[in-house]
């Protein structure tokens, strides 16, 4: 009878922790696990741009879109000619685009054309007199949801650079996206509608449906991330992620800028067997003092086994994850403070053998197209090689500067403000990887210390219209909550709440993890997208 506990006790264990995950996940996303649901890998824009037209061009009652960057170029033009056709045939068709994304990308006659046609047209967050700071978040969402039967959620943004310039040699940026139906849609158009709901009124209930209100679609278990803005929740799951992974952890990102505590998670990971890797813009990145910053944290990575690449191509623009070939993350979240904090992201986070196995197949490909980086015997930070398609692309991408992410343009000043903090308050433990980030950050305040010294009024005119702002603005904000009253935001949101929605706010744990460690996951006659 002792030899059975014996043999079962560590499965027991081992089922339990899987639970106990399943609910940490729940509670470290602030998101349901939603069943039912089936997905599509998109890959760059000539997968994504074709899905998301033919979408809209199938719509009988409404669309919701919102993005970071929509240009009046000749992609933008598609869209805006697809939605104003469906404007005109009667669907509810709603557009949200963000002030600064959208701000020297696309003529205000776009956004008149768009309205004037009955298209609803809103911007979000524009510059103003009574906030002076919050300019610093912004919509980074890019979605696209129809008739709540489907919805698609990226990074892609609306513009010629997704699909490249043929004729300039420029190949299109690299990026990622999904396409779901079944009840989770309904999350993302919530989404939406709270995002909707900050530019002024919000989204008729009429066209917010429920979960229960959408069939299923396939076998897939979801979650929608980003309801709000500045709650860290992927924050927090990608910690957790780092902890919880065992075998394998493939990240993609635009605008690396890890903070100290996640390096040091990812650190930890690879120290610990996990076969940790990191792929990274390489020279065609769209920011370029972005790129030294990043390689400036590289090497305590390295040092630790993590194994960083560079994309030879055009702009790398995608942000995605994957896990132990059973988790995975697609979205417009960026792995950096302004992402994780400040920005209106949306991503979406699947938990699924099939669906995980599909990206890592892609992560591997993408890596038939980058060079790997590594530390030389002198301890310094270089490419494996120098490829000949990067000098090219030195040589052919001539187009300037171009957008990509609100949070890229702190990304840089948040890592020397991390390692300049810790090397004042001697709290964490620097290596060699920081002294460049400290020598800029020692020589800029010097700097700005002899700016002061000899032309003192440099500093004191910029320094006092800002608080002179800023204090106006508090002043206006202060007369305005006394005379309408603060507004509990959270006990308003929980009373207007329906009992169904209360319940499904309950984390459920996904059938992925109730399997036993021990026993390999079910299989099923279903594929990725959930269809037999």
């Known amino acids: 009878m002792a030899k059975v506990k014996l043999t079962e006790y560590p499965r027991e264990a081992t089922h339990a922790t899987r639970i106990l995950a399943a609910q940490a996940f729940s509670r470290a996303a602030g998101a349901p696990l ?15 741009y074709p899905a998301w037209l033919e979408a809209i061009r199938s719509a009988k009652k409404n669309i919701h879109f919102e993005n970071y960057i929509i240009r009046d170029d000749d992609i933008g033009q598609q869209f805006a000619d697809a939605l104003i056709t469906k404007a005109k045939e009667g669907v509810r068709v709603r557009v949200l685009y963000d002030w600064l994304g959208c ?9 008149r054309r768009l309205s004037g046609s009955g298209v609803e047209v809103r911007c979000f967050n524009p510059l103003r007199f009574d906030s002076p700071l919050a300019w610093l978040s912004r919509l980074h969402r890019k979605s696209l949801s129809v008739d709540n039967r489907v919805a698609f959620v990226s990074g892609l943004c609306v513009g010629e650079m997704w699909r490249g310039y043929p004729k300039r ?36 209930a009429d066209d917010l449906p429920d979960r229960g209100s959408i069939p299923l679609a396939g076998v897939v278990d979801l979650r929608v991330l980003g309801n709000i803005a500045a709650t860290a929740g992927l924050y927090r799951l990608e910690q957790l992620i780092t902890v919880l992974a065992q075998k394998t952890l493939w990240l993609t990102d635009a605008y690396f800028v890890g903070t100290t505590s996640y390096m040091q998670a990812l650190r930890g ?65 960026n792995l950096n403070m302004s992402s994780w904090l400040g920005n209106w992201e949306l991503d979406v986070v699947v938990e699924n053998h099939e669906f995980a196995q599909e990206m890592e197949q892609m992560y591997l490909q993408d890596l038939n197209n980058a060079t790997e980086i590594v530390l030389s015997e002198k301890n310094r930070v270089r490419p494996v090689a120098q490829s000949d398609s990067v000098a090219g692309l030195r040589r052919g991408n001539k187009a300037g500067p171009r957008p990509g992410s609100a949070s890229r343009l702190t990304a840089g000043a948040i890592r020397v403000g991390n390692t300049v903090g810790a090397a004042i308050t001697s709290r964490l433990v620097l290596g060699a990887a920081e002294a460049k980030i400290m020598l800029f950050g020692g020589a800029t305040l010097l700097g700005l210390t002899a700016l002061a010294l000899l032309q003192p009024l440099l500093m004191v005119i910029p320094f006092s219209l800002l608080a002179g702002w800023i204090g106006v603005s508090l002043l206006i904000q202060a007369y305005q909550l006394h005379k309408t009253g603060q507004k509990d935001i959270a006990s308003d949101s929980t009373s207007n709440m329906a009992p169904n929605e209360m319940r499904e706010k309950v984390a459920e744990v996904p059938r992925l993890l109730q399997q036993s460690a021990s026993e390999p996951p079910a299989q099923t006659p279903h594929d990725a997208s959930g269809k037999p």
């Open 34 to 48: 939603v069943h039912g649901n089936s997905i599509r890998l998109l890959k760059d824009a000539s997968e994504n």
């Open 169 to 204: 040699g420029i190949p299109p940026w690299r990026d990622t996206g999904i396409e779901i139906c079944g009840p989770v849609v309904a999350d993302v158009v919530h989404s939406f509608s709270r995002a909707w709901a900050e530019t002024g009124g919000e989204v008729p």
């Open 103 to 111: 701000l020297t990308q696309t003529s205000n006659s776009f956004w």
């Open 269 to 333: 990971a690879a120290m610990d067997g996990v076969d940790v890797r990191l792929l990274v813009p390489g020279s065609s990145g769209d920011l370029k003092f972005l790129r030294p910053i990043s390689r400036t944290g590289y090497r305590p990575l390295l040092e630790a086994g993590v194994r960083v690449f560079e994309w030879n191509g055009s702009m790398l623009h995608a942000k995605t994850a994957v896990a132990d070939g059973r988790w995975a993350r697609v979205g417009s979240s």
